[in-house]
Antibody
Framework: QVTLRESGPALVKPTQTLTLTCTFS??????????VSWIRQPPGKALEWLAR???????YYSTSLKTRLTISKDTSKNQVVLTMTNMDPVDTATYYC???????????WGQGTLVTVSS | QSALTQPRSVSGSPGQSVTISCTGT?????????VSWYQQHPGKAPKLMIY???KRPSGVPDRFSGSKSGNTASLTISGLQAEDEADYYC????????????FGGGTKLTVL
C-alpha cells in the first residue's frame, strides 16, 4: 500500500525559509522510473506544480519558482525534502507531495499540509 | 508556463452527462498525450481519474472518460451521481528541453 505524508511548520514568517518533508511507504525512490513531486494549492485556488525529484537524483523545478526551490531525497529514510526560500504571504497554501513515474500521472498523493505565511 | 483554461463551473442533473474542457497550447496539451484529470472533494487531496488522455486507473468508474482534440482535452462524466460533485483539474506535461507540468484552473461540478 502506497502512502505519502507531508510534515513541516504550519506557520512561517515572511522572508523565512520553509522546509517540508514528504515521508512515504509502499515504494522505493531507488526503483527505476520512480519520481516524487511537490504541488501546492492556495486556499480556494488551483493546483500548482513546484518540483520533482527522480530515482536517479535528476531534479526539475517550476520555471517561475526555480530560484527559490531546492528538492532533495534520502532514499534510506524514504523521504523527500523541499525547501523554499524568501517566503511571502502569497505562498500560503496546502502543500502536497505526490508520486509519479517519468511520464506518468500523479497516482498517489499525501493528505497535504497547510502552511501559512504571516508575521 | 500559463495555466490551462477550464470553465469555472459546470452543472448537470443526476443521470445526465457533462463535459469539462481543458484548453492549452501546442507546447502542452497539444504536444503530448500526457493529459491527466483529478477529482478533488472539499478538504481532500486530489484523486487521479484519467491519465494519458483517456486511460482510467483501476477502481475509477467507466462513467469517466477522457479525450483530446488539438490543444483541447475533455473529461466527460456520464450518468452523473451526487458523489461526482467536486472540483476537477486537468494537468499536462509541458516539457520541451526540460520538464514542466501545468494544471488547469479547476472546474466546479455541481450535481443539481
Amino acid at each position: 500500500q502506497v502512502t505519502l505524508r507531508e510534515s513541516g511548520p504550519a506557520l512561517v514568517k515572511p522572508t523565512q525559509t520553509l522546509t517540508l518533508t514528504c515521508t512515504f511507504s509502499g515504494f522505493s525512490l531507488s526503483t527505476s522510473g520512480m519520481c516524487v513531486s511537490w504541488i501546492r494549492q492556495p486556499p480556494g485556488k488551483a493546483l500548482e506544480w513546484l518540483a520533482r525529484i527522480d530515482w536517479d537524483d535528476d531534479k526539475y523545478y517550476s520555471t517561475s519558482l526555480k530560484t527559490r526551490l531546492t528538492i532533495s531525497k534520502d532514499t534510506s529514510k524514504n523521504q523527500v525534502v523541499l525547501t523554499m526560500t524568501n517566503m511571502d504571504p502569497v505562498d500560503t497554501a496546502t502543500y502536497y507531495c505526490a508520486r509519479s513515474t517519468l511520464t506518468g500521472p500523479f497516482d498517489y498523493w499525501g493528505q497535504g499540509t497547510l502552511v501559512t505565511v504571516s508575521s | 508556463q500559463s495555466a490551462l483554461t477550464q470553465p469555472r463551473s459546470v452543472s448537470g442533473s443526476p443521470g445526465q452527462s457533462v463535459t469539462i474542457s481543458c484548453t492549452g497550447t501546442s507546447s502542452d496539451v497539444g504536444g503530448y498525450n500526457y493529459v491527466s484529470w483529478y477529482q478533488q472533494h472539499p478538504g481532500k487531496a486530489p484523486k487521479l481519474m484519467i491519465y494519458d488522455v483517456s486511460k482510467r486507473p483501476s477502481g475509477v468508474p467507466d462513467r469517466f472518460s477522457g479525450s483530446k482534440s488539438g490543444n483541447t482535452a475533455s473529461l466527460t462524466i456520464s450518468g452523473l451521481q451526487a458523489e461526482d460533485e467536486a472540483d476537477y483539474y486537468c494537468c499536462s506535461y509541458a516539457g520541451s528541453y526540460t520538464l514542466d507540468v501545468v494544471f488547469g484552473g479547476g472546474t466546479k461540478l455541481t450535481v443539481l
